[in-house]
Structures are given as structure tokens and as C-alpha cells.
């Protein structure tokens, strides 16, 4: 098993390029999730879906889409990337049902740089 | 609503010393926490947790973290320091409601340096 797996592993935009990134899981995981980890914050939650079809609002949802069209995968997208949105970005995915249960397994992450 | 407090963005300590990184939360309902390390250019690998069972939690590499309700605290501590150790520490709260489908909320992060 690959894992999560995320592509591309680095990116440098302009400002008011888009771009789209691209979270694999070969688990069979239901839940999955996006964070973005900046210095000194921490990981922030942007986006989340608990399955196929569904996506729902994190922390900072501003700025960026998401999609869930196939079980194995989350798209993340920026569609007019701002300076702001220079971040490592981390997908991460589990199984459903309590958490106490199921860890979250996370990506080697995506570095994007918006110039 | 949630909220995580790692005090000390940076924490030194020499090898074979004791390691102690602290966590504090906040939560309306009893909450999971977790510790989570990042090495350079990783991402995030799961360390312990605590999910109301035992109050003290032991997990990978010699770590153990104790959860204290009356402090709200879960602070990390190893005994020995080993220079493989060096990473960035991330505490991490979720709610149990929903089954915490909606995320973890992360502290800061604490950058862990080992001196030989």
C-alpha cells in the first residue's frame, strides 16, 4: 500500500493562477481531510469530507474548493491563488466511525509558494 | 469550541536527558488528544492518544503522555533523549461528538532540539 499519497510535491504560482491539488488514499478510507501548516500555527483544517459525493467547511474554507467525485480521492483547489495561500499543504484520510478508534494517516504534504 | 496550547514554540535538552513537552486544552465535553511528530520535510506520524480509557498513554519510540483533568493537561514526556528524537510535536484535541469526523484541531507545534 502506497498510503496518501499527494501531487505535486512542490509548486510555485503567480498570483491569480489557478491550480488544482491532488490527495490519493488506497485504504479504502471513507474520511478525508485537508490542512494547511504554517509557521507558527500549527495545522489548520481547511476542508473535509466523510464520503463520496459530500464536503463540508474547516477552520479556514476561504480561498479554496474541494471535490470528492471518487472514494480514493480529494481535490483541493485554488482558483485565483494569493500570496496568503504560501503554505504546506497536508492531506490526510481514516476510516469512519469514533475516532478514539481510527487515526488519521497523513501525506508527505505539498509545498506551494504564490508569488 | 475547542483549543490547543503548546507552551514553548522551541524546547533543548541534551541527549539522555528527560524530555517534557507541554500540552494544554480546552474543551466543553471530555475530549481525545493526541500527539502527533513531524520530521524535516515528513509529514505527521501519530505518537500516542488518549481516548478515555487509561490516563496515562504510552506510545512509539519511549513516549508517554498523562492526561490530567483537573489541569487540562496531556504533556509528553520520554525519559532518556535520543538524538533521533529531534522533530517537530504537534498536541491535538478532537471533540468525541460526531465521532470526530470533523478534524483535529492542532497547537502550534513545539520544535524539539537534542544537544549532544
Known amino acids: 500500500n502506497a498510503g496518501v499519497t499527494q501531487t505535486p510535491k512542490f509548486r510555485v504560482l503567480k498570483t491569480g493562477q489557478s491550480m488544482t491539488l491532488l490527495c490519493a488514499q488506497d485504504m479504502n478510507h471513507e474520511y478525508m481531510y485537508w490542512y494547511r501548516q504554517d509557521p507558527g500555527m500549527g495545522l489548520r483544517l481547511i476542508h473535509y469530507s466523510v464520503g463520496e459525493g459530500t464536503t463540508a467547511k474547516g477552520e479556514v474554507p476561504d480561498g479554496y474548493n474541494v471535490s470528492r467525485l471518487k472514494k480514493q480521492n480529494f481535490l483541493l483547489g485554488l482558483e485565483s491563488a494569493a500570496p496568503s495561500q504560501t503554505s504546506v499543504y497536508f492531506c490526510?484520510?481514516?476510516?469512519?466511525?469514533?475516532?478514539?478508534?481510527?487515526?488519521?494517516?497523513f501525506g508527505p504534504g505539498t509545498r506551494l509558494t504564490v508569488t | 469550541a475547542q483549543s490547543v496550547t503548546q507552551l514553548g514554540s522551541h524546547v533543548s535538552v541534551s541527549e539522555g536527558a528527560l524530555v517534557l513537552l507541554r500540552c494544554n486544552y480546552s474543551s466543553s465535553v471530555p475530549p481525545y488528544l493526541f500527539w502527533y511528530v513531524q520530521y524535516p520535510n515528513q509529514g505527521l506520524q501519530l505518537l500516542l492518544k488518549y481516548t478515555s480509557a487509561a490516563t496515562l498513554v504510552k506510545g512509539i519510540n519511549g513516549f508517554e503522555a498523562e492526561f490530567k483533568k483537573s489541569e487540562t493537561s496531556f504533556h509528553l514526556t520520554k525519559p532518556s533523549a535520543h538524538m533521533s528524537d529531534a522533530a517537530e510535536y504537534f498536541c491535538?484535541?478532537?471533540?468525541?461528538?460526531?465521532?470526530?469526523?470533523?478534524?483535529?484541531?492542532f497547537g502550534k507545534g513545539t520544535h524539539l532540539i537534542i544537544q549532544p
Open positions: 491535538a484535541v478532537s471533540s468525541p461528538s460526531g465521532g470526530g469526523a470533523d478534524g483535529l484541531t
Open positions: 490526510a484520510s481514516r476510516p469512519p466511525g469514533d475516532l478514539s478508534s481510527y487515526e488519521q494517516y
